[in-house]
């Protein structure tokens, strides 16, 4: 599988998780214990780590998961064009 299509799969995934009542987040970071995560998943070295997708129960509530980033209005960042 080629790597710009790791992302779409990834996507996919966590979309889907959402069907079963899953939240999902993706975790780059996971790639960085490579030597871990072959440890306990039994992943065989062959195989390469390259994304790390962390799937559970989503606490909405919590504060942290409430916080929104201001946004620039979409006219000052996407230009139309033949619409």
């Known amino acids: 599988m080629r790597y710009s299509r790791?992302?779409?799969l990834a996507q996919s995934i966590m979309l889907e998780v959402q069907q079963y009542g899953?939240?999902?987040?993706?975790?780059?970071?996971?790639v960085s214990y490579p030597d871990l995560i072959r440890k306990e998943l039994e992943i065989p070295d062959d195989?390469?780590?390259?994304?790390?997708i962390a799937?559970?129960?989503s606490d909405a509530?919590?504060?942290?998961?409430?916080?929104r980033?201001?946004?620039?209005?979409?006219q000052e960042v996407v230009r139309f064009i033949g619409v």
């Open 69 to 74: 980033s201001p946004r620039r209005p979409i």
């Open 61 to 67: 509530p919590h504060p942290q998961n409430k916080f």
């Open 55 to 57: 799937l559970g129960y």
């Open 6 to 8: 790791i992302g779409m």
């Open 22 to 30: 899953l939240g999902s987040i993706p975790a780059y970071n996971l």
């Open 47 to 52: 195989l390469s780590i390259i994304i790390g």
